[in-house]
């Protein structure tokens, strides 16, 4: 793989992470709620997802989920129910918060996991990187080796563009003082989180 190669790739994945998408979302909801170090979970969960999906599409299930329709729409649905279900279960959520206590109001492994599942049921990811990678991968050149630099750059640039939303949502979070904004906060992620499982479930395979 040329470095010009390399560095078109850089910038493709670099549109992609700022794409607004549950991730984002993800990452926003829990910045505001549960600080730096809930973020930072969070973000450690959508990263080992994604590296779940590269394998994945590195051994060449990425090519079945992009060519099944059986399986593209079990995964499509499980995602869209689950987005659906935190986008409610955020919008009920209690409109105060208290900054000094959120680290510890709940546990970062829930926050890692439920992070985890978020990108796991976006068969978008999985279906868009079994569709770019093979076109930055030279054949006659070791494959693993272009998997594994293309993996690590997605995983890098993901990683950096989620400290940004999460950066961004924490000082938001510095000028909310009263129970009424947090709760109108609240119910703008939660329907964010609702609007992209919809938009999930009315995906169609490519």
């Not at 984002?24 to 549960?34: G, Q």
């Not at 209690?94 to 990108?119: C, E, H, M, Y």
């Not at 569709?131 to 630099?149: R, S």
Request: proline letters at 3%.
């Amino acid at each position: 793989m040329s470095v010009e190669w390399w560095l078109t790739y850089l910038l493709t994945t670099i549109i992609l992470s700022l794409s607004p998408g549950s991730g984002a979302i993800n990452t926003m909801t829990t910045a505001i709620s549960h600080g730096y170090r809930g973020a930072a979970a969070s973000i450690a969960g959508l990263q080992t997802g994604l590296a779940i999906h590269i394998v994945l599409v590195g051994i060449g299930l990425g090519a079945l989920f992009s060519r099944s329709l059986l399986a593209f729409e079990i995964l499509k649905w499980a995602g869209a129910a689950y987005l659906i279900w935190l986008g409610i279960q955020q919008w009920r959520a209690a409109g105060a918060i208290d900054l000094n206590t959120l680290a510890t109001s709940q546990p970062r492994s829930r926050l890692f996991k439920r992070a985890i599942f978020v990108n796991l049921t976006n068969p978008k990811s999985i279906v868009f990187l079994a569709a770019l990678f093979p076109q930055f991968i030279a054949p006659h050149e070791p494959q693993a080796a272009q998997y594994l630099v293309l993996g690590v750059t997605t995983v890098v640039v993901d990683i950096i563009v989620m400290i940004g939303y999460a950066t961004l949502a924490t000082r938001i979070a510095g000028w909310i003082k009263g129970p009424k904004q947090m709760k109108a906060l609240n119910r703008v992620f939660g329907s964010l989180f609702m609007l992209v499982g919809a938009l999930l479930a009315g995906a169609r395979q490519a």
